[in-house]
């Protein structure tokens, strides 16, 4: 006798659809959902901030570096299929974006970097001289 419970048989991933679908507010596992998809780090000299969105050019992002915050803003435009193509899976975010990082209390703003290049937006924000540790020699 096959018996079926009363619960999905992943009841983590039914709470996170159905939280999703309420308030579009991040996913009970962590991860929250948004576009583009990012990568932040550190190294003792700056902060690195990577945000993949291929097709895009760069004048088609904004970025800021605004009282401790970084903010990555712009839109991706849609894509238009062939007349007469019918769309089976339609997974392409396209329209308004805007992604925020907040950043240490020890970055240099006016030392900001942005490149983008093969659909990766690279942003580097330094940090101050006086934050990163030395060396001191002993006498």
């Known amino acids: 006798m096959h018996y079926r419970g009363i619960f999905p048989r992943d009841l ?7 939280q999703r679908e ?3 507010s991040p996913s009970i596992r962590g991860a929250a959902p948004g576009y583009p998809a990012m990568n932040v780090g550190t190294t003792p000299k700056s902060v690195e901030v990577y945000a993949f969105a291929p097709g895009m050019t ?13 903010t990555i803003s712009g839109e991706r435009k849609n894509i238009v299929p062939p007349e007469g193509a019918t769309i089976h899976i339609g997974e392409h975010f ?3 974006f805007r992604r925020v990082v907040s950043l240490p209390d020890d970055i240099e703003p006016n030392s900001t970097t ?14 101050r ?9 002993v006498q």
């Open 12 to 18: 983590f991933s039914e709470l996170e659809r159905l």
């Open 22 to 24: 309420f308030d579009g």
């Open 58 to 70: 760069p004048e088609e992002f904004d970025v800021q570096v605004e009282n401790g915050v970084l």
């Open 94 to 96: 396209s329209g308004r």
């Open 114 to 127: 942005a490149s983008y290049r093969d659909g990766v937006l690279h942003v580097c924000v330094a940090r």
């Open 129 to 137: 001289e006086a934050a990163q540790s030395r060396r001191i020699s």
